[in-house]
């Protein structure tokens, strides 16, 4: 989860940051510039705007985030056995999914955790946690490496910055009109410009609309871990994915903390389902179980 955790609270902060400077400059004018009436293109293009200028900024200062974010050390000259090993075992990994070689690193952690970022499939980051070395073995650690080297090989965070954009665009759109709808149709606003009912209602709409927008990107991201199981499954073999997951599984592991959930996660009940980034244990270790007939 780390990846769409970090990713989510830097687009967030982006986007008010670029939100209070557009009404700071008196751009955010343009929505009632034609008196009552709503300019809907206009307004499409300032929400596109806002939208993607913060989902892209955010990809760009993935790696950046991450890395201080979790406290991480990159290993630029290994310093000892394991470091080598983790360097050529994520070269030959990111060989043959046809990447160019990510940044390797390792974060302080005692849960088994592991990520992937970065705005560019030639110029990633892998990174695992000290737990994880503690507790997997390496073919399992392989497979945690190869997990996350499919997830840079396929695009993920790409997909995942263009679906936010997009997401971004309609948060803000939509929260403007319902708060022009309030302001001028129920409380029969007629100044010039939007009364205090129209931030109220706009700012309120956002925040709602912004946990179903979380619910699509929790929903992307279920689904890409299929695939990156998949990923590692072919990079490092079938059993070693599954007994890495197998791994996350067992009562000696440490329950992985609620705001760094990376490679595995707690299964989710009833509502909570819909914001969770993977998909239960059990479901992933049956799919890759049933892909071979286990």
Known sequence: MMRVFLFVVTNLAILLVISVV???LGLDSILAQNG???NLGALLVFSAVIGFTGSLISLLLSKWMAIRGTGAHVIKEPAN?????LVRTVQQQAQAAGIGMPQVAIFPSDAPNAFATGARRDAALVAVSTGLLQRMNRQEVEAVLGHEVSHVANGDMVTLALIQGVLNTFVIFLSRV???VVDRVILRNERDGH???FF???IAAQLLLGIVATMIVCWFSRRREFRADAGGANLAGRPAMIGALERLKTPDSQPLPDGLRAFGIKDGKGFSRLFMTHPPLEERI???QA???A
Not at 81 to 85: L, Y
């Open 22 to 24: 557009f009404r700071l």
């Open 36 to 38: 009552v009436d709503l």
């Open 81 to 85: 056995e394991t470091e080598g090993w």
């Open 178 to 180: 319902i708060g022009h």
């Open 195 to 197: 009364g205090i009912g």
């Open 200 to 202: 109220v209602t706009t």
């Open 286 to 288: 049956a799919t890759l």
């Open 291 to 293: 892909a071979t007939g």
